[in-house]
């Protein structure tokens, strides 16, 4: 059995299939049910764990490590030699099948109140809130006046909810969270640590000795369901109207929405993406690693951003895959890059293609005098 701070409630596999079953992913369960007393990494599983395996290299440390049960690619059946020492699901999706049972078996609690109650005695909440039962407020939380909560939201140590700020049903907010005024959670949103939704935007205007002048931003943020942003985000709020994040975008850590963003849905925003002021992502958009957008831009459905991809201008009309700066389409990126890596090799010969040209050109002056 596998080590770790986190211990999950012991189950049975039948259980597994009672609860995937709805969903159409599990093609087949091969064995008995068996007792799970623990949910691993396919190289560090062992006797009573669960394990997931999508390919074939995975099913033959399975059969090292002797887990108690296997969700296995049902592409991989015939790689069976029927005598597994573990029980095996096969599933159409192992990525989809371990997200939901780590779900449903095996995700922290974070509305326990074993610990510290329902709500800390250090929480301030301010008396016009009507909290529900089901809801959780950890140490030293503040909630401010006429803030509305759903069923079910866990409000962890130490964050801040302003004002009139709305969080739907079964929203966590991890320690540090700043929700600001005003701004509205959709349902089944987290929220983690140390991110500010809703901090005034970097509005100024300039005079003719170029002293800074504050434009108050006074509209708010907005998120859909099922949205999640990593720690230390800033999701700035709109100058007027709303700064938009739709249903099921997820955000890495260090993330920075400008005011009046419009986040598309199903998009997904990797560590240290910038996106500055009334940008609008379109649906599924990808942003990797350090993609920087400028204002005022628009990105269609389905576009993929990678290379540290520098948007700088409105450019991108059709969804594609783009990477670097200047932003260039995926094929050009990559053979452009290959003459980067050259461009040393080149400079010294063009150099000494250069000689050559001065001493042919010097010799033919010198025959025609």
């Not at 108690?68 to 192992?94: H, P, Q, R, Y």
């Not at 006074?218 to 990593?230: A, H, K, M, Q």
């Not at 739709?246 to 560590?271: R, Y």
């Amino acid at each position: 059995m596998s080590s770790s701070a986190f211990h999950i409630e012991p189950f049975q596999s039948e259980d597994i299939l009672a609860s995937l079953d709805p969903s159409g992913i599990v093609q087949q369960s091969i064995g008995p049910s068996v007792k799970i007393t623990g949910i691993a990494p396919i190289d560090d599983c062992g006797a009573g764990d669960l394990a997931f395996a999508d390919k074939e290299k995975f099913l033959e440390k399975a059969r090292e490590r002797k887990p108690a049960c296997l969700v296995l690619n049902a592409e991989l059946k015939d790689k069976l030699s029927g005598s597994e020492d573990f029980t095996v699901i096969l599933v159409k999706n192992v990525g989809l099948a371990h997200s939901w049972i780590r779900q449903r078996f095996g995700d922290t609690n974070f509305a326990s109140t074993e610990d510290w109650g329902r709500i800390h005695p250090s929480a301030i909440v301010h008396e016009s809130v009507k909290v529900p039962d089901s809801v959780v407020i950890g140490p030293g939380a503040i909630v401010g006046p006429r803030v509305q909560f759903g069923e079910r939201c866990v409000v962890m140590a130490g964050v801040v909810v302003e004002r009139d700020a709305v969080l739907g049903n079964d929203c966590v907010l991890h320690p540090g969270v700043v929700l600001g005024w005003g701004c509205i959670l959709g349902e089944r949103c987290i929220i983690r640590s140390g991110t500010i939704i809703g901090s005034e935007g970097f509005g100024f205007a300039q005079d003719e000795s170029r002293s800074h002048h504050r434009i108050p931003q006074t509209g708010i943020v907005r998120l859909g369901n099922d949205v999640v942003l990593g720690a230390n985000n800033c999701i700035d709020r709109a100058t007027y109207g709303e700064t938009l994040i739709h249903d099921n975008v997820i955000s890495d850590n260090l993330c920075h929405l400008a005011h009046n963003v419009d986040i598309g849905e199903k998009s997904i925003l990797v560590a240290m993406t910038g996106i500055a002021g009334s940008t609008k992502l379109g649906k599924r958009v990808i942003c990797s690693g350090q993609t920087g957008i400028l204002d005022h831009i628009t990105i269609p459905d389905d576009t993929v951003l990678v290379g540290r991809a520098a948007v700088l201008s409105d450019n991108v009309k059709k969804s594609g895959v783009y990477a670097g700066s200047p932003l260039q389409p995926i094929a050009d990126y990559q053979k452009n890059s290959v003459h980067i890596k050259n461009l040393d090799k080149m400079r010294k010969e063009v150099k000494a293609l250069q000689k050559r040209l001065e001493a042919l050109e010097g010799s033919q002056t010198g025959q025609s005098t």
